[in-house]
């Protein structure tokens, strides 16, 4: 089965950093680009960062460049984010997901993780 | 504010049909394909339609997509008390902030 299992998640406080993984199983992990898309409570998706299957294209949302950092590490089937210098609107689930088509960096997302719950909070 | 616009709700009778919008500009819709998620309460979202009009496998045929220009449009048959979420339209910008967007997200609430 093909499976995404995000952890890491937690209550920090502004300013201070987290660290997310995502582990990946049941598909060949080193074959596909890797995402993590964000939801605030209540709100919509947003598109946090996403790195190509050899970690040589990477790219970040406008919101989070300078302070997040996504890392794969392809022998233990895991993508990270780094998320430094965290504000209260970082307070999201945050979501890994799989795009459709293998080596394809943009491209629709059809496996998605249960995500995890960051609370950024004083 | 979401770089792609849809409507906040839509609402029909079960056995009806309905459609929801999605309104970017030549920078996202225009330049890339569309694809559309249905995101259940509590739930990860899930993919229904990817490039503009294709369904993975296990999505039923009453989930259908199209796309014209600088907008796309997710259209559901046959609709089903199950089919009460949102749904989000989604693709790439190709603009200086180059990545994914989403729009805003829609909720369906069958009557």
């Known amino acids: 089965e093909v499976q995404l299992v995000e952890s890491g998640g937690g209550l920090v406080q502004p300013g201070r950093s987290l660290r997310l993984s995502c582990a990946a199983s049941?598909?060949?992990?080193?074959?596909?680009?890797m995402h993590w898309v964000r939801q605030a409570p209540g709100k919509g998706l947003e598109w946090v960062s996403g790195?190509?299957?050899?970690?040589?294209?990477?790219g970040y949302a406008d919101s989070v460049k300078g302070r997040f950092t996504i890392s794969r590490d392809n022998a233990k089937n895991s993508l990270y984010l780094q998320m430094n210098s965290l504000r209260a609107e970082d307070t999201a689930l945050y979501y890994c997901a799989k795009p459709v088509g293998d080596y394809a960096v943009y491209d629709a997302f059809d496996i998605w993780g249960q995500g995890t719950m960051v609370t950024v909070s004083s | 504010q979401s770089v792609l616009t849809q409507p906040p709700s839509v609402s029909a009778a079960p056995g009806q049909k309905v459609t929801i919008s999605c309104s970017g500009s030549s920078s996202n819709i225009g330049n890339n394909y569309v694809s559309w998620y249905q995101q259940l309460p509590g739930t990860a979202p899930k993919l229904l339609i990817y490039?503009?009009?294709k369904r993975p496998s296990g999505i039923p045929d009453r989930f259908s997509g199209s796309k014209s220009g600088t907008s796309a449009t997710l259209g559901i048959t046959g609709l089903q008390t199950g089919d009460e979420a949102d749904y989000y339209c989604?693709?790439?910008?190709?603009?200086?902030?180059?990545?994914?967007?989403f729009g805003g997200g829609t909720k369906l609430t069958v009557l």
């Open positions: 490039e503009n009009n």
């Open positions: 049941g598909f060949t992990f080193d074959d596909y680009a």
């Open positions: 989604g693709t790439w910008d190709s603009s200086l902030s180059a990545g994914g967007v």
């Open positions: 790195i190509s299957w050899n970690s040589g294209s990477i």
